[in-house]
C-alpha cells in the first residue's frame, strides 16, 4: 500500500517565479492536510482539504497561496510569485477520517527561493 | 494559535541508556500524538493516545496521555543509535467539525556509542 507520495522532492524557484507541490494521499485516505516546516521549527498547519472542498485555510497566507483538491489527481499547493522567505520543506498529509484520526506524512518537497 | 510545549529541545546521551521526554499546553486536548522525524523525511507516527489517563507502549516506546488532558510524555528505553531524530508531539482539540493538529517545535535526540 503506497504512502503519502510527494513531488518534487526539491524545487528550486527564482523570486518571483510560481511554484506547485503536488501529493498523493495514501490510498482510501480522502482527507488531505498542508504543512510548511522551517529549519529547527515544528510542522506549522497551512490548510486542510477534503475532495474538492477547503475544510479550513486558517494558516494560510492570505495572499499569493492556494491549495485544491480536485475530484480526479492530487492536492496541489500554488505558491505564485515566490519570495525568499517562502523557502521551506512542505508537508502532505493524508488521513481516512477528519476528526481524531491520525495523519501519515509524505517525504516533503524542500522549496529553495533564490 | 495553539503552541505545545516540548521539553527537552535538545538530549544527547550514551546508547543503551533511558530517554524522557515531554510536551505541555495550556489547553486540554482530546488526542495526542508522537512522532519520528529522521533527516530528509517525513514525519512518522509511533504512538497515538485517544483517552486521559491512557499509556501505550510500541516496542521499547511508551507514552501516556496526561491526566488533565494537558501534557503528555514520552519514554525511549535502552536506546540505540538509530533512535536519533526529531520527536514531535501533536495534538488536536476538541471542537465541533475537525481541528487540524497542533505540533511541538520537537526533541531532537542524539544518540553516543
Known amino acids: 500500500n503506497a504512502g503519502v507520495m510527494q513531488n518534487p522532492r526539491h524545487l528550486v524557484r527564482r523570486r518571483g517565479q510560481e511554484a506547485r507541490l503536488r501529493c498523493s494521499p495514501m490510498k482510501g485516505h480522502s482527507h488531505v492536510y498542508w504543512y510548511r516546516q522551517l529549519p529547527e521549527e515544528g510542522l506549522k498547519f497551512m490548510v486542510y482539504?477534503?475532495?474538492?472542498?477547503?475544510?479550513?485555510e486558517s494558516g494560510m497566507p492570505k495572499e499569493r497561496f492556494s491549495a485544491e483538491f480536485p475530484k480526479e489527481g492530487p492536492s496541489i499547493l500554488r505558491i505564485q510569485q515566490v519570495v525568499r522567505g517562502d523557502s521551506a520543506a512542505y508537508f502532505c498529509?493524508?488521513?481516512?477520517?477528519?476528526?481524531?484520526?491520525?495523519?501519515?506524512f509524505g517525504n516533503g518537497t524542500r522549496l529553495t527561493v533564490t | 494559535g495553539q503552541q505545545l510545549n516540548q521539553n527537552p529541545q535538545s538530549m544527547f546521551i550514551q546508547e543503551g541508556e533511558d530517554v524522557s521526554m515531554n510536551c505541555t499546553s495550556s489547553?486540554?486536548?482530546?488526542?495526542w500524538l508522537w512522532y519520528k522525524q529522521d533527516p530528509g523525511e517525513g514525519p512518522v507516527l509511533l504512538i497515538a493516545?485517544?483517552?486521559?489517563?491512557e499509556l501505550t507502549s510500541n516496542g521499547r516506546l511508551t507514552a501516556q496521555f496526561g491526566i488533565t488532558r494537558k501534557d503528555s510524555f514520552l519514554n525511549i528505553s535502552a536506546s540505540i543509535p538509530s533512535d536519533v531524530g526529531i520527536y514531535f508531539c501533536a495534538g488536536q482539540q476538541p471542537a465541533s467539525g475537525n481541528t487540524p493538529l497542533v505540533f511541538g517545535k520537537g526533541t531532537r535526540l542524539s544518540v553516543i556509542a
Open positions: 482539504l477534503q475532495k474538492e472542498n477547503i475544510i479550513d
Open positions: 498529509a493524508s488521513s481516512p477520517q477528519g476528526a481524531n484520526s491520525p495523519l501519515h
Open positions: 489547553s486540554i486536548f482530546n488526542t
Open positions: 493516545l485517544y483517552k486521559a489517563g
